[in-house]
């Protein structure tokens, strides 16, 4: 562990000495819940509605494939349109694009992004070093499959897929959405054990709490 | 005194006009923004999808009682601001509870949202959210300056501080608007306007692109969504006091959208042709341009 997160004395400004414990401090540590939907099937509905047609992304690119987002805010192909929009904070964003392939070091920072994201959320994996691992497969610091550390909805494989198919793989979410069958958080919290286990079995220097948001 | 419970049911349609109005406002503004830029934009039932989802959120968590209170004191700038000023002249049902000296009340009222605001977003704790309220506090004081000048040049003008008085001396034809009776006060006015509205050039508060996004960093789901509301509210309450001081009012409904719209797309206009300023480039561009305007049109008088 770092030595700045260690637990140490820490002598303030007005020569008062204090603890501080940074795990305990700047993180909450409780671990994630199943969140139920609302108790009316129609109100539940209508959120799932508003969900699926003002999908805002998380800003955060991790592989080549981050590229291929941008157009989509240009005039030629221009996301807006469709209810997509961009947040540049993960506590506003509901859908995290993985755009490619995913080195371990990032990893820790993804998962730290997705956690601090609020129920209900949403997983792209974007070309095929998502699913499979693709060009990158024998790697030693990306991992080969997106699925094993954080829920994915929906794939869009290629390497690299055209902003078309990133549209089309948005439409394909929205309906995902509307179904009810977005439930990706959830899922993240059911089996929270198994996804931490396998977080923890590739990123070595883990210095964070269990859950952090 | 005797206080006439009718006015509560006919404020909260005002409130509920303006607030639908603000969100189709907003949409169209940056409708027409993105159409300079050669997109389509977002529909204009964008901002009524964004705040149902908000609002359908499950989880949320919070910082502390301020980071509660910060959307809470914002909106209640918002709707207070509207509600103490009159938005139709001369209208029994929408003159809302405007009083003799409500001109001050307002003043106070425009400046509430933003301290609110800067409590709640401190205590979020994000180093951001601390960045984005100092730049944000040292603006708009900035920019409140020259309209404090331009509406004490207005109420000296009219020896009144009461906004349903001065839009009443403004009735009869349009050259009895403050804009042709005191241009330099309005001409203030008017640059400092677009100093409140979170626009370009002046939206370096919100900064997209290198303090992600200032002040409401930490903010989600329904706390999010109380903010979005103000912030439907409070740009067309706020252009409803421009309009009553500087633009002779409006009597009816249609009257009002169209001032109020036209108020509003000065900033938009402003916005999309110039670029963003630093924040210590648009304090020195509101003393140095805006300031002395404000003083000159009182010192005219
Ligand atoms: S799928 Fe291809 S384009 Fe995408 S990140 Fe992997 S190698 Fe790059």
């Known amino acids: 562990m770092k030595p700045e997160l260690m637990k140490r004395m820490v002598k303030g400004p007005d020569g008062l000495e204090f603890e501080v414990e940074p795990l305990r401090d700047y993180y909450c540590e409780a671990a994630p819940t199943v969140m139920p939907g609302a108790y009316i099937k129609i109100v539940e509905d209508l959120f799932n509605w508003a969900r699926s047609e003002s999908i805002w992304i998380l800003g955060f690119g991790t592989g080549c494939g981050a590229i291929e987002m941008r157009p989509l805010m240009t005039p030629r192909f221009d996301a807006y349109r469709y209810g997509v929009q961009w947040r540049p904070t993960p506590r506003q964003a509901n859908l995290f694009i993985i755009s490619g392939y995913l080195s371990v070091k990032t990893l820790k920072r993804a998962i730290r992004s997705y956690e601090q994201m609020q129920s209900p959320k949403y997983v792209i994996g974007l070309g095929s070093c998502t699913i499979n691992g693709g060009m990158y497969w024998d790697s030693y610091n990306t991992i080969k499959r997106l699925d094993d550390y954080l829920p994915v909805d929906l794939y869009i494989a290629g390497c690299m897929p055209r902003p078309e198919a990133l549209l089309a793989g948005f439409e394909d979410l929205k309906k995902i959405i509307r179904a009810g069958k977005g439930e990706g958080a959830n899922q993240y919290a059911a089996n929270f054990d198994w996804y931490k286990a396998n977080q923890k079995k590739v990123i070595h220097d883990w210095d964070m709490p269990d859950y952090n948001w | ?301």
Request: charged fraction near 10%; proline fraction near 6%.
């Open chain 2, 1 to 301: 005194m005797d206080f006439d419970w009718m006015k509560v049911p006919y404020a909260l349609l005002t409130l509920f006009i303006v607030f639908n109005f603000g969100l189709l406002q907003t949409a169209l503004i940056q409708k027409i923004a993105a159409r300079v830029g050669r997109r389509h934009g977002i529909p204009v039932w964008q901002n009524y999808i964004d705040l149902i989802k908000n609002y359908g959120q499950r989880s949320s968590i919070t910082h502390g009682v301020m980071f509660y209170l910060g959307p809470v004191f914002r909106l209640s700038g918002g709707v207070g601001l509207l509600l103490f000023v009159p938005s139709l002249y001369g209208s029994e049902m929408f003159s809302n509870f405007s009083f003799a000296g409500d001109l001050i009340l307002a003043l106070y009222f425009v400046f509430f949202g933003t301290l609110g605001m800067a409590l709640g977003a401190g205590e979020s704790g994000h180093p951001h959210a601390a960045i984005g309220v100092s730049r944000g506090l040292a603006q708009v004081t900035a920019a409140e300056l020259p309209f404090a000048l331009a509406v004490f040049s207005v109420a000296l003008q009219y020896q009144t501080l009461s906004v349903t008085e001065i839009v009443a001396a403004q009735q009869g034809g349009f050259l009895n608007w403050t804009v042709f009776t005191n241009p330099l006060a309005v001409t203030a006015a008017m640059l400092s306007f677009l100093g409140s509205m979170m626009r370009p050039p002046f939206d370096v508060v919100l900064a997209p692109q290198e303090i992600p996004i200032g002040p409401p960093t930490e903010y989600h789901s329904s706390y999010l969504a109380l903010m979005q509301t103000n912030r439907a509210i409070f740009p067309v309450a706020k252009i409803v006091i421009y309009m009553n001081l500087f633009f002779g009012g409006a009597t009816i409904w249609p009257e009002f959208f169209l001032k109020v719209f036209c108020i509003y797309l000065w900033s938009a206009f402003v916005g999309v042709v110039f670029p963003r300023f630093r924040v210590e480039q648009s304090i020195r561009w509101f003393l140095i341009w805006a300031v002395p305007i404000g003083v000159l049109s009182i010192l005219i008088l």
